[in-house]
């Protein structure tokens, strides 16, 4: 018999693949040390920046895949499905009228925020100049800002070229960060252009020196907009 070009034996042969793909343990360095033991969780590429955008809170399959430019529909479906397995995300429908799968970090994935931190930190003498094949999402930008923002607590609104975000500096639960406008009147509002928030992504600018030359603009009446004003 033969079916879309497969023979009943390759398509058992495939079916039977698959179900060993996904019974089959995860992959382990087999080493008694804490850094194996994480790698063996988060060390398969992409598996970090997807916890990167869950930072934003939930986000349904088709919203990862948007802005993740690069990675296979397939890889991501079977990073997604370890992440389950290791506790790091859980998957759940939305209520009606939504009634779509998302994906969300646990508390266990969300205490990757500081590894994510020190990484992207270390990271900034990597970044250089963009490269013409280099993707860009502006809410990339968050992590390298809550950074500079330096644990001050309150709601961000975030003006770049790219577009706008959003960010819930201080947080200790729920999303850090959300695409477009915030859903309330920010405690502050930057406005920048992108070389700049790349100057401070590089690391060769600070947040304060930023606002000090009027690179940066802040409005707001809040506490935290006078402070960075101030900085």
């Given at each position: 018999?033969?079916?879309?070009?497969?023979?009943?034996?390759?398509?058992?042969?495939?079916?039977?693949m698959?179900?060993?793909?996904?019974?089959?343990?995860?992959?382990?360095?087999?080493q008694?040390?804490?850094?194996a033991?994480?790698?063996?969780?988060?060390?398969?590429?992409?598996?970090?920046?997807?916890v990167?955008?869950?930072?934003?809170?939930?986000?349904?399959?088709?919203?990862?895949?948007?802005?993740?430019?690069?990675?296979?529909?397939?890889?991501?479906?079977s990073?997604?499905?370890?992440?389950?397995?290791?506790?790091?995300?859980?998957?759940?429908?939305?209520?009606?009228?939504?009634?779509?799968?998302?994906?969300?970090?646990?508390?266990?994935?969300?205490?990757?925020?500081?590894?994510?931190?020190?990484?992207g930190?270390?990271?900034?003498?990597?970044?250089?100049?963009?490269?013409?094949t280099?993707?860009?999402?502006?809410?990339?930008?968050?992590?390298?800002?809550l950074?500079?923002?330096?644990?001050?607590?309150?709601?961000?609104?975030?003006?770049?070229?790219e577009?706008?975000?959003?960010?819930?500096?201080?947080?200790?639960?729920?999303?850090?960060?959300?695409?477009?406008?915030?859903?309330?009147?920010?405690?502050?509002?930057?406005?920048?252009?992108?070389?700049?928030?790349?100057?401070?992504?590089?690391g060769?600018?600070?947040?304060?020196?930023?606002?000090?030359?009027?690179?940066?603009?802040?409005?707001?009446?809040s506490?935290?907009?006078?402070?960075?004003?101030?900085?």
């Open positions: 018999m033969v079916l879309l070009g497969f023979t009943k034996w390759e398509l058992g042969k495939s079916n039977n698959s179900r060993l793909r996904r019974m089959s343990p995860r992959r382990s360095y087999d008694y040390c804490s850094v033991r994480a790698l063996d969780a988060v060390g398969d590429r992409w598996t970090l920046l997807i990167r955008e869950l930072l934003a809170g939930p986000r349904r399959y088709t919203d990862l895949h948007a802005d993740l430019p690069g990675v296979s529909t397939d890889v991501l479906a990073r997604l499905k370890d992440m389950e397995r290791d506790g790091l995300a859980t998957r759940r429908r939305l209520p009606p009228p939504g009634a779509a799968y998302v994906y969300e970090l646990t508390a266990r994935g969300r205490d990757l925020l500081p590894v994510l931190q020190a990484l930190a270390w990271g900034e003498p990597e970044l250089g100049e963009r490269r013409p280099d993707a860009v999402r502006a809410h990339w930008f968050a992590l390298p800002l950074r500079a923002l330096d644990g001050e607590p309150g709601l961000v609104e975030v003006h770049l070229d577009g706008r975000f959003h960010l819930h500096a201080g947080a200790d639960e729920g999303p850090l960060y959300g695409d477009g406008p915030a859903l309330r009147t920010p405690d502050a509002v930057l406005t920048l252009d992108t070389s700049t928030c790349t100057s401070i992504s590089r060769t600018l600070t947040l304060p020196e930023a606002i000090r030359t009027h690179h940066v603009s802040v409005t707001g009446d506490p935290l907009a006078k402070q960075l004003r101030d900085a």
